[in-house]
């Protein structure tokens, strides 16, 4: 899906505050699926920033040529998707996380008025409940750019659904350790946790 | 239910960084980040519902217990009991459902700040009913609504005279119950925990830069790739690694029961000096957390190959 003059225009006005409501849920479902048009509506965020001498944002630190020296010293090891995380490690301390500037450049949470409830499509997840993508996320998975000569469209969905749940077996339990600092009941974030003992066969069943 | 809200905290990008380039990216971080409060801040918590989310916050410091919980989501139910705390400092957790003799899984202190709970409200709207009997105990219904669609709805049943969370069910963006959890019994000791005691000691709760609008970093560790974020409630874990060679870029995602895990291969930087195998490593981001499908895509887009990538 491409950015339009439609979208453009939407953004801007957006960022002015001058948006209607069924005009705001548009673009913002427009912004939630269009990488383009988050990464304009950052670089506007900037530019606002900037012109009204409010303090810019950390700019990214360039360190490509160290993301690049990580991938190019450490040996291809497999195909199989699951790493060893000393190779993460490696490459991923050279990332770059950015804070998602996605919205307009008021400071205060409790201040702004509320809008009427966004819709959104029922997501299809298979093996798993429906979710609802909000701000008009359209499904998952799905595949947003294959690779040159890479496998057809439903094989990269096919192989990324399987990464999640490999993923979700395998880092879970970390995650259930950080789940648990905020969650009112904490021993629920372990019992999430499908690799736990039988509790995670009795599930299968 | 959901309401989006028109404008929230500014946010900055945050680098990751090498360990040895600690100092070097400290200056250029903290000066603008968003440490938008001190630990110790407190906010107005001007009405009831407001209030016993407070108490429920600080109940595993107020009181000790012995329970039996159900624990159920689409995938099956567990039956549980937990304690809290144990003998050894941490709570400890059975699971009851086909072992004989189940293993005591620890579990640790939650975190106690009187920060948390201002971020919670700033995110969430508390407002409070006439609760159900829960194990025996009068309890008050707690909604957390969220004020806008990055995080999931709750309903919480809590102790009307300990604050305890006796029964909680967490729904998804369309109102579906995602998963939930009822004591069928509790028992409360006489006296609280002695916070000297536990161990590991209650983590601390430092919410660093806002990450998405509302989601605050909580901790990272570089050295294996792992961030963690929280609205004070819900959190996400971040996990980056190699993107397989000669993968495709694309994304998936799973949600069992509360918890989504959403994937995404994306390009890595590709510079003069790279051959034509290094350009094709990318990244794969992992996103796991208590969050809807829409967060997760833009906790993931916060993970950016640093600039001169495709």
Redesign the interface.
Known sequence: MTTTDRDLEALSALMD?ELQDLE?RRT?GRV?ED?DL?ARWQRLQRVSETLQSK??????????????QS??D?P?L????I?S?A???S????????????????????S???????G?G??P???????????G?KS????????QD??M?ED??A???????D??RR??P??A????????????????A?N????S????? | MRRWLASQNKTNPLVLYRPNLLALLAVLIVPGSGFAQSPSQTCDLDNPAKQLLNKMLQAPYALAFEGTVLYERAQGRQFLTVTWPHASGTGVLRRMNAEADPTAEPWPAPIDSPRRICDVIQVYIPTLDSGPVVAGRQTQRLTLRPRDTLRLAHRIDVDAETGMALAMATAGPEGQMLERYEYAAIDYAETAPDSGTLSPAPAAYLPGRSVVPGYFLVSQDADNAVFVVSDGLATASIFVEPLPAGAPLGEGAIIEGATLTYTRGTAAARTAESDARSADRGLLISVLGEVPLVTARLLADAVRPPAGSR
């Open positions: 505050g705001l913002l939630s990488a988050r303090r810019v944002s950390a700019p990214a630190i360039d360190v490509s040529l160290s993301v690049m991938l190019e450490k291809n497999s195909r199989n998707p790493w995380a190779i993460a490690a490459v991923t301390i050279a990332v770059v996380m950015g804070g998602q500037q996605l919205l307009s450049s008021s400071t205060s949470v409790t702004t008025p509320l809008i009427s409830d966004i959104g029922v997501v997840v298979m093996g798993a409940q429906p979710i609802q993508a909000s701000l996320a998952i998975p799905v595949t947003t750019r294959p690779a890479s496998a469209p990269v969905a192989m990324y659904e399987r990464l999640a749940r993923r979700y880092l879970n970390r995650h350790q950080a789940a648990a600092l905020s969650h009112p009941a904490p021993y629920i974030s372990y019992v999430r499908p736990a003992s039988m509790a066969e009795s599930e299968q069943d």
